[in-house]
């Protein structure tokens, strides 16, 4: 499948990772277009959409409802070519799916990769509503030779000195998983143009880069697509020119929603002494947490948390420990363990994109 956009001559831009503990402008400049969501929201079983992390690679695309269209075009038996009220005149259903960036964590890395600066925020769980993927595909017709489902946004930029739309591609088996959706709503409203509106795919238990927003052609191909952000990012490469294996499902984590009150420059949290809830979510994309621990003295103890069941598949969890907080410093820790016996590590575990970061979240507490 060829990009048919122009290309440009090459930008100056340094991707390189850096030991620079200094954030660059470049690095701020996509932190202040995207936003994560403030972990005190984790006390929320559905995240609000305000609330909700945001990823955009390029411009928000500026997308009249009435005049879109979507297109399902390739190894097909019969092309479609449909409009927002034609999908959602279809059957629909709405599920809670936990979305988490890639990317997250990727602060925390050193040396540090250079793209958007997420620390822990980069996570969200929303109520979509939409067309199950499979219902429109097999309304088309899988044909027999196609091997994967390629998906292409609307947004478009510069990237890896050329222009790129933003495309991702399933196997067709993947594509036709039951819980893939075409969502047209969010959180029981119109989905904002922010979050893809007004039409996005939802790829539950994968990582956000698979559900591509702004969805504007579907293509059924007989070969792996290799677009920039299936080969030239979302990788786990470790070493210059390694290709590394691709970033799909999302890892085993746990995140505690941060206790007390926070100082405002260090976000320090100031908790008083005595009993203490600690609570928090964790979630291990299609995969089961089967147990929650936390450590109250920097990872000396661990003890359980209780665990509560999610609400649906690839949805989070909520878990609680209480806590006999006593006077002075101390570092919260909180680690997840899923059904596969995947236990999150203490450590960043370093790939040049800086994605899959899954190593425990720090809480540094003053106990007054």
Known sequence: MKNRLPVFAPLETDRTPTEDPDFSIEELQLASRNRGM???ALRYDVTPT???YLLTHFDIPAVRAKR???ELRGLVGRELTLGLADLMARPS???????????NGRAGMRPRPRSQPWLLEAIGTAEWTGTPLRALLEEAGVGAGALEAVFTGLDAGMEADEVQRY?????????LDEGVLLAWAMNGEPLPPQHGGPLRLVVPGWYGMASVKWLARIELAPRPFEGHYMVGTYRYAVGEGELGEPVTRQRVRALVAPPG???FYTRMRLVPAGPVLLEGRAWAGAREVVRVEVSTDGGATWAEARLEPAAAACCWQAWRFDWQARPGRATLMVRATDDGGERQPLEPVWNRHGMGNNAVQRVDVIVA
């Open 68 to 70: 879109f269209r979507l």
């Open 38 to 40: 403030p972990l005190e």
């Open 261 to 263: 009150m926070p100082d």
């Open 93 to 103: 259903v709405t599920r809670r799916v936990t979305m988490e960036c890639a990317g």
């Open 167 to 175: 495309q991702r591609s399933l196997a067709v088996a993947d594509a």
């Open 50 to 52: 305000g609330l909700h």
